[in-house]
């Protein structure tokens, strides 16, 4: 099916391991965004990108990782993983040429630290 | 900058009943405004927008929106509330011909009682 998905949805660590966090999106589109959700939060974005080798910071950028060599996939590292990383994580896309900018979201992972 | 207000973090509401969920934003320029629901467990999923024209916007599930530009605000409304309309829904804004990162309000839970 096309989509974006991630992958883990549910994972369990301990503290200073490290996790990665994989999205894969089909259709292509130029954006990816991720996000943490966490009560009393809402949505904080993480990192996002904008094509295939450009990345930039969001609001909540310190301890993550992110790369994107190929335009489908996007994954997030978190290097030394922390209780304070414990959260939802949800990646999203959008089609910026074509587009008007309304995202799709995957379907989250749950990352707890203990 | 842009920002978005959801000035309700819960709105509870009678099974049948009109529901309005309030949103008011602050852009530069021209907004792009968005409704997203999110289900228990599930990512955010596109509900309707506002891009140019008609003030009232309809969605999926027989939701609509009214863009107030003297008022910067854009309220979500259905006019008979169903108890499967329970759910966290989040405001987001973007202006027109910046950047592509969306600005989200922090959400509103949705209760709908039988």
């Known amino acids: 099916d096309a989509g974006i998905t991630q992958s883990p949805r549910y994972k369990i660590t301990e503290t200073g391991r490290q996790v990665t966090l994989m999205c894969h999106q089909t259709w292509s589109h130029s954006y990816m965004f991720w996000y943490r959700q966490d009560l009393g939060h809402g949505l904080r974005l993480i990192y996002y990108s904008a094509a295939a080798d450009i990345t930039d910071k969001g609001e909540v950028p310190d301890g993550y990782v992110v790369s994107r060599s190929k335009t489908e996939n996007f994954p997030l590292t978190l290097e030394s993983a922390t209780r304070s990383q414990t959260s939802v994580y949800f990646c999203?896309?959008?089609?910026?040429?074509?587009?008007?900018?309304?995202?799709?979201f995957g379907e989250g992972s749950r990352l707890t630290v203990l | 900058a842009q920002s978005v207000a959801q000035p309700e973090d819960q709105v509870n509401v009678a099974e049948g009943n009109p529901l309005t969920v309030k949103c008011t934003y602050s852009?530069?320029?021209?907004?792009?405004l968005f409704w997203y629901v999110q289900y228990p467990n599930r990512g955010l999923q596109f509900l309707l927008k506002y891009i140019t024209g008609d003030n009232l916007v309809k969605g999926s599930y027989g939701f609509e929106a009214e863009f107030n530009k003297s008022q910067t605000s854009f309220h979500l409304k259905k006019p008979s509330a169903l108890v499967s309309d329970s759910a966290l829904y989040f405001c987001a804004v973007r202006d027109y011909g910046g950047s592509y990162i969306p600005t989200f309000g922090r959400g509103t839970s949705l209760i709908v009682h039988p």
């Open positions: 999203a896309s959008t089609e910026a040429l074509s587009g008007t900018g309304e995202l799709f």
């Open positions: 852009v530069s320029g021209n907004p792009y």
